[in-house]
């Protein structure tokens, strides 16, 4: 059985950093397209980060991160993260991350419709 567990959620202020991990079991996400999303109260699910754990994989960003936020992965423990830092209230959020055995390139990244999903962890940003 697969499972993705998000941690390293948290309540911190303004300008400071996090550092999410997604470890997955039950699978491998090696070649994998991966991805961060965020859901905040009463708004949609966004896009934040992903990229393809292959080999030359790319990274894609959401506008409002870039430059603030990398993702990255560790195929040895089999986990993906996203190191957030100079974060803003507006981050404030459930994060989430996402697989499929697929090559970001051939989706839209923040569109597609993953197949497996983590529980979510929260970030808390305090102004």
């Known amino acids: ?5 998000e941690s ?3 309540s911190v202020q303004a300008g400071g950093s ?3 991990s997604c470890a997955a079991s039950g699978y491998t996400i090696s070649n994998n397209c991966v991805g961060w999303f965020r859901q905040a109260p009463g708004k949609e699910r966004e896009g934040v980060a992903a990229m393809y754990t292959g080999d030359g994989g790319a990274s894609y960003y959401a506008d409002s991160v870039k430059g603030r936020f990398t993702i990255s992965h560790d195929i040895a423990k089999n986990t993906v993260y996203l190191q957030m830092d100079s974060l803003k209230p507006e981050d404030t959020a459930m994060y989430y991350c996402a697989a499929e055995r697929i ?3 051939m989706v839209l ?3 597609y419709k993953y197949t ?5 962890t929260q970030v808390t940003i305090s102004s």
């Open 103 to 105: 090559h970001c390139g």
């Open 1 to 5: 059985q697969v499972h993705l567990v």
């Open 116 to 120: 497996y999903w983590g529980q979510g």
């Open 8 to 10: 390293g959620g948290g």
């Open 18 to 20: 996090l550092r999410l």
């Open 109 to 111: 990244v923040f569109r």
